[in-house]
């Protein structure tokens, strides 16, 4: 999203921003214009009453929708777009945006179109494949507590998209959706999204400079068993080749315990750092086990020419072409991949015409140019 601004901005386009005022946020020249931010959730620190508003204002926003009304009437877009707006924002603006007569589009993250946890993962963390919500029907969301295992949360995002999709009916209120990838597109399809156009747009990245790389693979990411790393872990042990692990999570202190000598954890690290790790790597290891509705470490492991060794699930294939830029492995394959990490170790002149070629599909597939002239010939159909 902040790529997508800077790209706008260094085009001419004028470009406002609107959101929650998170402790967090980045510095805006809009920022008066922000909402309260409520967080609702495990670490949220609310009284009975600041818990009440912050649900309210899932279904509703009233106070964002005040405000967006005033920054609308002063910037006066000719078009608005949004990301991630559930939870805190909510629909509020995009029915304002309706209201003035300017239109909408919005591009998609995860799966919350689908699915009340926006994951498409089950209470156990396997994929939700097929899915147990659909139509009208949330409540298996209730029933498995797929909310960070929560019935109560559970419950309200469950009603949260019922409201949102069959009371409402969002996706008449967008005239334009864009998917980073085929595969996510495929799924809001299969559920019965068909009322507005899905336009597939992946995901940019500059081309970074290209190191020499080194001994060690690399994984880095959330420590959590949907991202797969207990796979990379075990795959390295059986390998007998160096892994370094950047990032934390859930799975960080069991990990610690049990991994072998040859895999070492540096903890999270600042984005320069894990580009270097990267830029120095034979290839960036990418198990998930969960539908990847693109897979940014894979496209950034790509633009600094390093070769990717990932799991064949959700968006990844149609970023990594098995045996051009990368190997895919079934996600969950130990054997798989530990065999495409020895692979790799041994034989260094193919990771290094893996990586060129990685590289190379970037500039020609996924640059910031083609981005954005996507970006613009959206703005332009929903224009007219």
């Known amino acids: 999203m902040f790529d997508e601004m800077e790209w706008l901005e260094a085009a001419g386009h004028q470009v406002a921003h609107f959101s929650t005022s998170h402790p967090m946020n980045q510095p805006s020249p809009w920022s008066d214009y922000f909402a309260p931010y409520l967080e609702l959730g495990v670490d949220g620190r609310l009284s ?6 912050a649900a309210a204002r899932l279904f509703y926003n009233g106070e964002a929708a005040r405000r967006f009304t005033r920054l609308i009437d002063d910037f006066r877009p000719d ?7 559930h939870r805190h924002i909510s629909p509020s603006i995009v029915m304002v945006a309706q209201r003035k007569g300017v239109p909408v589009v919005h591009t998609l993250h995860e799966y919350h179109a689908v699915c009340p946890s926006d994951l498409l993962l089950r209470d156990d963390l396997s994929v939700c494949q097929p899915p147990r919500c659909g139509g009208a029907n949330y409540l298996p969301c209730v029933r498995y507590r797929c909310v960070r295992g929560s019935l109560a949360g559970s419950a309200l995002s469950a009603l949260e998209m019922y409201w949102r999709n069959r009371v409402l009916n969002y996706p008449a209120l967008v005239d334009a959706f864009i998917s980073p990838s085929a595969f996510l597109a495929s799924v809001l399809d299969k559920n019965g999204w068909r009322g507005r156009p899905v336009r597939v747009l992946p995901n940019a990245v500059p081309l970074g400079e ?72 034979l290839a960036a ?21 390093r070769p990717v060794i990932a799991a064949r699930i959700g968006g990844i294939p149609e970023l990594v072409r098995d045996g051009v830029e990368g190997i895919l492995v079934d996600p969950g394959d130990v054997a798989g991949f530990a065999q495409a990490l020895q692979r790799l170790h041994v034989d260094r002149s193919t990771a290094d015409s893996m990586g060129a070629a990685a590289r190379q599909r970037v500039a020609e597939a996924f640059s910031p140019a083609m981005h954005l002239e996507g970006l613009l010939a959206t703005y332009q159909a929903v224009r007219r």
């Open 285 to 305: 290891v990418v198990p998930s086990e969960w539908f990847e509705t693109f897979g940014m470490a894979v496209l950034e492991a790509m633009a600094v020419g």
């Open 210 to 281: 290209v190191g020499e790389a080194g001994d060690y693979f690399v994984y880095a990411g959330r420590l959590s068993r949907e991202k797969g790393v207990q796979t990379a872990v075990a795959a390295a042990a059986q390998a007998g080749v160096e892994l370094v692990v950047a990032g934390e999570g859930p799975l960080g202190e069991r990990l610690r315990a049990t991994a072998p000598a040859n895999v070492r954890f540096t903890g999270r690290l600042p984005g320069e750092q894990v580009e270097e790790l990267i830029r120095h790597a």
């Open 79 to 85: 078009v608005v777009h949004v990301h991630n707006i």
């Open 48 to 53: 009975a009453g600041e818990k009440a508003l």
